[in-house]
């Protein structure tokens, strides 16, 4: 196959964490029974009148300042026109021209490189019902109808599957830290169309775009673009050309699969919505958007570096928000973070994930954590010694100190006792103090197991080793 050079563009559909929908009071929820959550306005009565829901411009606010977008001051909506079942009215409220956000970007890192993901615009809109088929029948569920919906755009400006799949998934990591939306692609909160041409050289104008539409995951995003681009590079070495069209990827198929070939552009007809006056932002209102954006997952990757975690540790945090959250809460603490990040992403997880448990539903709290640690850096307690308490740390409200009196927990951390226990194991093992002194790591490892079996495994093993050295090497 000869060498072709990608154009791939992405536009994604977020549904908004609002607790109404867009134009009207009726509840914004997801699985819901069908038709459940629907009103007149909905439903697209005529005579019915559209309500702007103030927190959908203040989430929109929030989410153009994380992607780094300038602000329209000044916007309204637009009617969009066309009509197909899952429109009621036979238009969908839009900004096809004050865009609430514009020029802004995503920076994501391909191979070690950053480069910025540029954003053309983003607006605020309204979602249509959900049509579901069944046989030769389709029905509707307008729970889905004026749930709030920002679509970001960006510009033609992705060379491959692999930095499409990049950008989707910081974005999807911005949006859901800003709490902006749930962004979970299997319930349809996020979903992403790919525009996709290719051409042999740079100086070529433009080849013929293909759109994919609605593709359920990141992984088959990042599939149905590499299926594209196969597609399109036979069909140009074969000397064959194709009309603009949308695709949709099939996951049986694991392939794009033609849905309409574009003969004419759309005329959807725009013109101002009527019913909605212009919409003013003011510097106000941005300043309260910006307080209320948490934390961000770049910041708290590089916060999480600086107090000594590894850099593997810090992303698993921020992949489990609830955890990273937690953790936010010590950061303020003087404790050993690297400690606190191996119990939270080891013993404390396979807990979790063993109960299918969150860490709010244990009895966790940050003053007894703090304890745990404490007590593990200073060797009161070993990680033998975690596995046997840890139910009971996360199901009963004792402090550390009381369950090790509870369980018979007693380590030796005194020094001097250590010390004459492991001086009595040289003595006695002349052969691996030799092999030792010779370079074999294993003769290390035995002894301190000897030390370990002496006291019982109730000395502190960092301590041990550290002595153990000091008295070999002395």
Do not use: W
């Not at 549904?15 to 697209?44: H, P």
């Not at 919409?279 to 307080?291: F, N, R, Y």
């Amino acid at each position: 196959m000869s060498n072709y050079i990608p154009t791939i563009g992405v536009e994604v559909h977020v549904e908004l964490k609002t607790k109404t929908k867009i134009f009207s009071n009726s509840r914004n929820g997801y699985g819901q029974m069908a038709n459940s959550l629907t009103n007149v306005v909905d439903l697209g009565y005529p005579g019915t009148l559209p309500t702007l829901n103030e927190e959908v411009i203040n989430l929109a606010i929030r989410a153009a300042t994380v992607l780094n977008c300038n602000i329209r001051r000044e916007m309204f909506f637009d009617r969009k026109n066309y009509f197909y079942p899952d429109n009621p009215k036979n238009y969908q409220i839009t900004q096809a021209r004050t865009p609430i956000g514009y020029d802004g970007y995503v920076e994501i890192e391909v191979n070690g490189e950053k480069k910025k993901i540029e954003i053309e615009e983003m607006h605020i809109e309204e979602d249509t019902c959900k049509s579901a088929h069944r046989g030769t029948k389709t029905l509707l569920d307008f729970n889905r109808a004026g749930v709030p919906l920002i679509e970001i755009v960006t510009k033609p400006c992705i060379a491959s599957s692999t930095e499409a799949k990049l950008y989707l998934e910081k974005l999807k990591e911005l949006l859901f830290y800003s709490d902006i939306s749930d962004c979970k692609m299997e319930e349809g909160s996020m979903r992403a169309d790919a525009n996709v041409s290719i051409r042999k050289n740079v100086s070529d104008p433009f080849g013929t775009k293909a759109e994919i539409k609605n593709i359920g995951s990141i992984s088959n995003v990042g599939l149905s673009i590499e299926k594209e681009i196969e597609r399109q590079a036979k069909l140009y070495d074969a000397g064959e050309t194709f009309k603009p069209q949308t695709r949709r990827f099939d996951d049986k198929l694991q392939d794009t699969v033609l849905m309409r070939v574009k003969e004419t552009g759309n005329d959807y007809r725009y013109f101002p919505e009527p019913d909605i006056p212009f919409v003013i932002i003011t510097d106000e209102m941005i300043e309260e958007a910006k307080k209320k954006i948490p934390m961000l997952p770049d910041e708290r990757r590089k916060i999480y570096v600086e107090k000594g975690v590894l850099e593997a540790n810090a992303n698993k945090l921020v992949q489990n928000r609830p955890l990273s959250d937690f953790f936010n809460e010590l950061l303020e603490e003087n404790i050993d973070f690297k400690i606190a990040s191996n119990l939270l992403l080891g013993d404390i997880s396979a807990y979790l994930n063993r109960e299918d448990k969150e860490l709010s539903e244990t009895t966790l709290t940050k003053e007894r954590f703090l304890e745990l640690v404490k007590s593990y850096q200073d060797g009161t307690i070993t990680s033998k010694n975690l596995k046997e308490m840890l139910d009971t740390i996360l199901e009963s409200d004792k402090s550390i100190s009381e369950i090790m009196k509870e369980k018979g927990i007693e380590n030796i951390t005194d020094d001097s006792e250590i010390r004459n226990v492991i001086k009595e194991i040289i003595k006695n093992n002349p052969e691996s103090v030799t092999d030792f002194k010779n370079g074999h790591d294993r003769a290390l490892k035995f002894l301190m197991g000897q030390v370990m079996k002496e006291t019982k495994g109730k000395a502190n093993p960092r301590l041990a080793n550290d002595i153990l050295l000091e008295e070999l090497k002395g």
